[in-house]
């Protein structure tokens, strides 16, 4: 038996990276899952990949920006599809501007929006169904830049920590109903995100600050994704795990 089977997983950001990854990994292992983004034809790829391989998905777009869509989303993927066991809150935006730049409060607001106030709106709204799982799990991405900062990053970095500043107070609140919520933060990983960065310079990077010398892929952000959602896995709730290649390890 596949270790999600009978499972409804959400997954925003699921048109490209680790969202994809993540979506493609929980169907191989049998969950039906809810694939959530703004761009259709990322949607449509990941469905497609899905499908070839007779996993069980279905697309929904939306712009997590408008929050106040969200709720109705929500309540649409529970209703056709029948229940949600996991919520994989994976989109999110970056980019970098000095605090005293004249837009620094429009980039603020919109980091806050979607990287910090979809991810609440989408667990409040699967909050009915998930108190109907045997198996209820929260999964929440954050980044590297919660633990550290990088500069001229900081409206990103407010946002990260808040992302796990929520989980951690969501572990305490929901906990004794039984339902698990625990944040990855993702180090340097290949996606579309970081494809401004030369190759070269990522390898730089990598080797000088990683212990493992290499960026990583989105399916190895994925993989710690599904362990921390799997029925088996029942005691484990309020962590803040890095997955960096061992970047938060070193000194240097």
Known sequence: MKQLETK??????????????????????????ALLDRDKNGLDATLGAIK???????AWVIDLAMTDTIPAVIEDVG????????????????GFLAIDDPDYDAHWDRMILINLTAQQKVIRSALPWLRRSDSPRIVNIAST??????????AYVASKAGVAGLTRALAVDLGPEGILVNCIC????????????PSDHKLIFAKRHTALKRYGGPEEVAQMTLAMS?????????????VDGGLMARNA
């Open 8 to 33: 409804v997983a959400i997954v925003t950001g699921a048109g490209s990276g680790m969202g994809a990854a993540t979506a493609i990994l929980f169907a191989q292992n049998g969950a039906t899952v």
């Open 52 to 58: 070839e391989k007779g996993g069980r998905a279905k």
């Open 79 to 94: 209703a056709q599809l029948g229940s949600i066991d996991i919520v994989v809150n994976n989109a999110g935006i970056a």
């Open 145 to 154: 830049e919660a633990l550290g900062a990088t500069p001229l990053d900081s």
């Open 186 to 197: 993702p180090g340097p990983i290949d996606t579309a995100m970081t494809s401004f960065v």
């Open 230 to 242: 799997l029925p088996t896995q029942t005691y484990l709730t309020g962590t803040v795990v890095p």
